[in-house]
């Protein structure tokens, strides 16, 4: 038991949207196949790996006061993105694993975090986790965690802040070995975060003519990123990490992707590029770190 | 529409109401002074005979266009994302959809990019939620809301506030408007007792009290040249463009921003926090 794969899961609502599937309301031409197609190949590997659970870190259920954990058996809902409400208005129905999401909770606080545990049965789930969840697993027939973001980026330095998700990152670790599970991450961000400040075609959100990313420089910034991970260069890329923010705007900010690293003991095993695009300008990418292959012994981290 | 003779204007007040939802939530007796007096101003606006207030919420955030909401059911139970631990509130708005249209337009003529919101489920920030439970208790004025883009500049929004007062002084209904913000916004970041709240930082109490003594003596043009370090060193809610806001209602109204007067001060939760009223 343990992690078995690691995905790295961006969250544009576009990506549902362009799918089409029965549980968003909007319909759509299609739009950003790249992107989605990459998405598909994830959840072949998913069914593939048959995990108990995923795990998923979202910068858009922002907390204040410490680092949070969904901790209710049942969430439904609807949930209507407040940015994109035209795109995404999908209805939910998830399963939590809250033991795994107690024993997360446990492993925080032994860590020296601050934790809570959400328990309010009419909490409207955020789209970054409805969104990398249901590419990844549109099913929805395994049970979920979810983790906020901790707004600590936003309050003290980039240092200090990627050090708590590192922390979190080793209580997860540690979690889901006590609770015997077989685990699939998720880190649902973004890369370069620069974005469109008008839609380019209202009147067609997946007119594709106009879609691109927003600079060359946050395209060579991705690339730069991408390739480290390609590399399994990971010690380097947790290295670069507060410049790309700088200069790129970049959603790792968050500390999505570094929580799922740390989970994952900083592997340097290379990733795999499933495919990269730009969503209103940003920079995604949908890459994956298959633990089941490489880990010592047979055993996942 | 002001005028010469003596029919008062359409926009009866402005005010400025904190959004957290301790306010509603806790039963602290230090956040007492700010719910009472938020819940008298409400009465007060009654009084008035204000029958629509407009709220404009730093927690109601767009970032690629300008979001009025239009929707027919704007109702349902609310979780605070951060305060989740709280619990539940409840909120229903009877929204003006006329008035929300003749908004949306009157920003689409101004050059904002503008959407009328109107979706079943589309999420209401807490701020807006707690201003109105405040506000208006069980009473149910017509209300629509206006969002605060991220991306906006403190002249974009003081822009939008002439629209905004533009439209208000050309209807017929007695209208307030709270812009739903708080001052200074350095929040504690670890568990606190709520007992023992107050003010994070001193350099943050020196500038909320030197910004509301600017505001009940009518120095708005010093407070213009004190943003960028109140947004420094305080880290004043969303560059205090609430501010902006109120400077642009009068300017559109055609009135002159009256003197505030400061109902409450306090802390929630390491921030500063005002109930404000400009009577108009």
Same mark, same amino acid.
């Given at each position: 038991?343990?992690?078995?794969?690691?995905?790295?899961?961006?969250?544009?609502?576009?990506?549902?949207?362009?799918?089409?599937?029965?549980?968003?309301?909007?319909?759509?031409?299609?739009?950003?196949?790249?992107?989605?197609?990459?998405?598909?190949?994830?959840?072949?590997?998913?069914?593939?790996?048959?995990?108990?659970?995923?795990?998923?870190?979202?910068?858009?259920?922002?907390?204040?006061?410490?680092?949070?954990?969904?901790?209710?058996?049942?969430?439904?809902?609807?949930?209507?993105?407040?940015?994109?409400?035209?795109?995404?208005?999908?209805?939910?129905?998830?399963?939590?694993?809250?033991?795994?999401?107690?024993?997360?909770?446990?492993?925080?606080?032994?860590?020296?975090?601050?934790?809570?545990?959400?328990?309010?049965?009419?909490?409207?789930?955020?789209?970054?986790?409805?969104?990398?969840?249901?590419?990844?697993?549109?099913?929805?027939?395994?049970?979920?965690?979810?983790?906020?973001?901790?707004?600590?980026?936003?309050?003290?330095?980039?240092?200090?802040?990627?050090?708590?998700?590192?922390?979190?990152?080793?209580?997860?670790?540690?979690?889901?070995?006590?609770?015997?599970?077989?685990?699939?991450?998720?880190?649902?961000?973004?890369?370069?975060?620069?974005?469109?400040?008008?839609?380019?075609?209202?009147?067609?959100?997946?007119?594709?003519?106009?879609?691109?990313?927003?600079?060359?420089?946050?395209?060579?910034?991705?690339?730069?990123?991408?390739?480290?991970?390609?590399?399994?260069?990971?010690?380097?890329?947790?290295?670069?990490?507060?410049?790309?923010?700088?200069?790129?705007?970049?959603?790792?900010?968050?500390?999505?992707?570094?929580?799922?690293?740390?989970?994952?003991?900083?592997?340097?095993?290379?990733?795999?590029?499933?495919?990269?695009?730009?969503?209103?300008?940003?920079?995604?990418?949908?890459?994956?770190?298959?633990?089941?292959?490489?880990?010592?012994?047979?055993?996942?981290? | 529409?002001?005028?010469?003779?003596?029919?008062?204007?359409?926009?009866?007040?402005?005010?400025?109401?904190?959004?957290?939802?301790?306010?509603?939530?806790?039963?602290?007796?230090?956040?007492?002074?700010?719910?009472?007096?938020?819940?008298?101003?409400?009465?007060?606006?009654?009084?008035?005979?204000?029958?629509?207030?407009?709220?404009?919420?730093?927690?109601?955030?767009? !970032?690629? *266009?300008? /979001?009025? $909401? =239009?929707? %027919?059911?704007?109702?349902?139970?609310? &979780?605070?994302?951060?305060?989740?631990?709280?619990?539940?509130?409840?909120?229903?708005?009877?929204?003006?959809?006329?008035?929300?249209?003749?908004?949306?337009?009157?920003?689409?003529?101004?050059?904002?990019?503008?959407?009328?919101?109107?979706?079943?489920?589309?999420?209401?920030?807490?701020?807006?939620? !707690?201003? *109105?439970? /405040?506000? $208006? =208790?069980? %009473?149910?004025?017509?209300?629509?809301? &206006?969002?605060?883009?991220?991306?906006?500049?403190?002249?974009?929004?003081?822009?939008?506030?002439?629209?905004?007062?533009?439209?208000?002084?050309?209807?017929?209904?007695?209208?307030?408007?709270?812009?739903?913000?708080?001052?200074?916004?350095?929040?504690?970041?670890?568990?606190?007792?709520?007992?023992?709240?107050?003010?994070? /930082?001193? $350099?943050?109490?020196?500038?909320?009290?030197?910004?509301?003594?600017?505001?009940?003596?009518?120095?708005?043009?010093?407070?213009?040249?004190?943003?960028?370090?109140?947004?420094?060193?305080?880290?004043?809610?969303?560059?205090?463009?609430?501010?902006?806001?109120?400077?642009?209602?009068?300017?559109?109204?055609?009135?002159?921003?009256?003197?505030?007067?400061?109902?409450?001060?306090?802390?929630?939760?390491?921030?500063?926090?005002?109930?404000?009223?400009?009577?108009?």
């Amino acid at each position: 038991m343990g992690i078995v794969a690691g995905f790295l899961a961006p969250h544009p609502p576009h990506l549902v949207y362009g799918e089409n599937p029965p549980q968003n309301e909007p319909k759509s031409r299609g739009g950003w196949e790249m992107l989605r197609w990459a998405y598909e190949r994830c959840r072949d590997k998913v069914r593939a790996l048959a995990p108990d659970v995923i795990l998923v870190h979202s910068p858009h259920w922002q907390t204040v006061v410490g680092h949070h954990v969904l901790c209710v058996p049942r969430l439904q809902g609807r949930s209507v993105d407040p940015i994109f409400p035209h795109l995404f208005r999908y209805t939910y129905d998830m399963q939590v694993d809250t033991h795994l999401a107690n024993t997360i909770f446990e492993e925080g606080i032994a860590e020296g975090l601050t934790m809570s545990r959400m328990t309010q049965p009419k909490f409207r789930v955020d789209y970054g986790t409805l969104v990398s969840l249901h590419m990844l697993n549109p099913n929805w027939d395994i049970p979920v965690v979810g983790l906020s973001a901790n707004n600590s980026p936003y309050y003290y330095d980039d240092k200090i802040a990627q050090d708590e998700m590192t922390r979190l990152g080793a209580a997860t670790r540690r979690a889901i070995h006590k609770s015997g599970r077989r685990a699939i991450l998720a880190a649902s961000n973004t890369l370069s975060h620069f974005h469109f400040s008008r839609e380019p075609n209202p009147d067609l959100p997946e007119d594709m003519s106009r879609e691109h990313i927003h600079s060359q420089a946050q395209y060579e910034w991705d690339m730069r990123v991408i390739q480290l991970m390609r590399e399994g260069r990971t010690r380097e890329l947790l290295d670069i990490l507060p410049t790309f923010m700088r200069e790129a705007f970049a959603e790792v900010k968050a500390g999505s992707l570094t929580w799922m690293l740390s989970a994952m003991d900083f592997p340097e095993i290379p990733a795999t590029l499933h495919g990269y695009g730009s969503v209103i300008g940003t920079g995604n990418a949908v890459m994956e770190w298959d633990l089941s292959q490489y880990a010592t012994g047979g055993s996942p981290i | 529409m002001t005028s010469h003779n003596t029919r008062p204007s359409s926009l009866r007040a402005i005010c400025m109401l904190p959004g957290m939802p301790h306010l509603l939530l806790s039963d602290q007796p230090q956040y007492q002074a700010l719910v009472r007096s938020a819940q008298a101003l409400g009465q007060d606006l009654i009084q008035r005979g204000v029958q629509r207030i407009v709220y404009f919420s730093t927690q109601w955030l767009a !970032v690629l *266009d300008q /979001l009025v $909401q =239009g929707g %027919s059911e704007v109702r349902g139970i609310h &979780v605070d994302p951060s305060w989740h631990e709280m619990g539940e509130i409840p909120f229903d708005f009877q929204i003006d959809r006329p008035f929300a249209e003749t908004v949306a337009r009157e920003f689409t003529l101004g050059g904002q990019t503008t959407k009328l919101i109107d979706y079943c489920d589309f999420p209401i920030d807490t701020g807006t939620i !707690v201003a *109105d439970r /405040l506000l $208006q =208790g069980s %009473s149910r004025a017509w209300t629509t809301m &206006v969002a605060c883009n991220v991306y906006s500049s403190f002249e974009d929004t003081r822009s939008l506030g002439q629209m905004l007062g533009k439209c208000i002084a050309g209807d017929p209904r007695p209208t307030a408007v709270c812009c739903v913000a708080g001052l200074s916004g350095h929040m504690f970041t670890t568990p606190i007792q709520l007992t023992e709240d107050t003010i994070r /930082l001193e $350099q943050d109490d020196t500038w909320n009290r030197r910004i509301i003594g600017l505001l009940e003596k009518g120095k708005h043009a010093e407070i213009l040249g004190l943003l960028d370090g109140f947004a420094q060193e305080a880290r004043s809610d969303m560059g205090f463009k609430a501010f902006a806001l109120c400077l642009g209602l009068a300017d559109g109204a055609g009135i002159p921003l009256p003197q505030a007067r400061c109902h409450a001060y306090g802390p929630i939760y390491g921030t500063g926090a005002a109930v404000l009223s400009f009577l108009c």
